[in-house]
T-cell receptor, first 111, second 117 residues
Framework: EDQVTQSPEALRLQEGESSSLNCSYTVSGLRGLFWYRQDPGKGPEFLFTLYSAGEEKEKERLKATLTKKESFLHITAPKPEDSATYLCAVLWDDYGQNFVFGPGTRLSVLP | GAVVSQHPSRVICKSGTSVKIECRSL??????MFWYRQFPKQSLMLMAT?????????EQGVEKDKFLINHASLTLSTLTVTSAHPEDSSFYIC?????????????FGNGTRLTVT
């Protein structure tokens, strides 16, 4: 059973077209949910950490929110430079210090 | 700026040879580092946890004799792929937590693209 899923698998947006990416998890005892951005051929770049339901974090055009079973990464008026793969990762009680990553959403923003 | 440095970024080697990849924490001490492997268009899979001054902990299915991990100092972990074969070709990424508690985020190096010919 997949513990961390992301949707959609791929998303194409026009520049300025806002949208949201989803990260769902089925575990209990969440200790943290993390969002990363990964450019091709690079390691993931840390974006946000969310620790409890109702928490929100913002950075430029990105806003991350968390509920008890999922997190959303909202992208407002995206630009082509926002094109990347966005990964979420979960840390929870039963898995020690091991982060479990979702499969990612490949975002393409067209000019 | 980058907090974890990984070297080399790319390496091509012949089948049967060994390759060493270095991972350094730049401005902090990391008692634990993590090594991941990533196949094209797939997510990160944890290979092993590198512990300073003790043996690494390997995930199920990862051959510890093939993927040798050494964490000899608080700022350096190395992954050596021994007797490499084409199926070992992949993108290897290291990471470390900068501290601030057990729920702190991981910071990643820029990865090493290994190609075995």
């Amino acid at each position: 059973e997949d513990q961390v899923t992301q949707s959609p698998e791929a998303l194409r947006l026009q520049e300025g077209e806002s949208s949201s990416l989803n990260c769902s998890y089925t575990v209990s005892g969440l200790r943290g949910l993390f969002w990363y951005r990964q450019d091709p051929g690079k390691g993931p770049e840390f974006l946000f950490t969310l620790y409890s339901a109702g928490e929100e974090k913002e950075k430029e055009r990105l806003k991350a929110t968390l509920t008890k079973k999922e997190s959303f990464l909202h992208i407002t008026a995206p630009k082509p430079e926002d094109s990347a793969t966005y990964l979420c990762a979960v840390l929870w009680d039963d898995y020690g210090q091991n982060f479990v990553f979702g499969p990612g959403t490949r975002l393409s923003v067209l000019p | 700026g980058a907090v974890v440095s990984q070297h080399p970024s790319r390496v091509i080697c012949k089948s049967g040879t060994s390759v060493k990849i270095e991972c350094r924490s730049l401005d902090f001490q990391a008692t634990t580092m993590f090594w991941y492997r990533q196949f094209p268009k797939q997510s990160l899979m944890l290979m092993a946890t590198s512990n300073e001054g003790s043996k690494a902990t390997y995930e199920q299915g990862v051959e510890k004799d093939k993927f040798l991990i050494n964490h000899a100092s608080l700022t350096l972990s190395t992954l050596t792929v021994t007797s490499a074969h084409p199926e070992d070709s992949s993108f290897y990424i290291c990471s470390a937590s900068r501290g601030g508690g057990r729920n702190s985020p991981l910071h990643f190096g820029n990865g090493t693209r290994l190609t075995v010919t």
